[in-house]
């Protein structure tokens, strides 16, 4: 490479520090040793694949029972937050579907009707040209 193009790829790299966060720029410094596995990008982990990044997480898993209470605990508190619909709401959207619905069927049970009329038609015609029976 000329020297110029070293001066540039040297300035960029200087530039790209000043353009990182603080946090990452704190987390790519040299005398840390190898980066934390949030800093890491995909694909650079051991062997090729990708890092696992964990939010927080020291010390050992909970056990089955634990996570499941946990779960459950989070599904109520969750399901307590949901705007639930009311019964006029729900009665209306349903009569809207079944009135779509039977739109809609009657409406492909007409089209098949005359497409399949159409084609019983077109067959009669072109055996009637070819004179077969």
Not at 15 to 42: Q, Y
Request: aromatic share 8%; net charge negative.
């Amino acid at each position: 490479m000329s020297r110029k193009a070293n001066d540039i790829m040297e300035d960029n790299r200087e530039d790209s520090d000043d353009l990182l966060p603080e946090d990452d720029r704190l987390i790519k410094d040299d005398s840390v040793g190898t980066p934390a596995p949030r800093a890491a990008r995909f694909g650079e982990g051991a062997e090729g694949r990708g890092v696992r990044r964990e939010r927080g997480v020291t010390g050992p898993r909970a056990g089955f029972f634990e996570r499941t209470g946990q779960f459950l605990h989070d599904v109520r508190a969750e399901m307590k937050r949901v705007s639930w619909p009311s019964l006029n709401d729900v009665r209306n959207t349903t009569i809207i579907v079944l009135v779509a619905v039977i739109f809609f069927a009657v409406y492909l049970f007409l089209v098949d009707r005359g497409v399949s009329f159409l084609i019983t038609q077109l067959d009669n015609l072109l055996k009637w040209l070819t004179g077969s029976a």
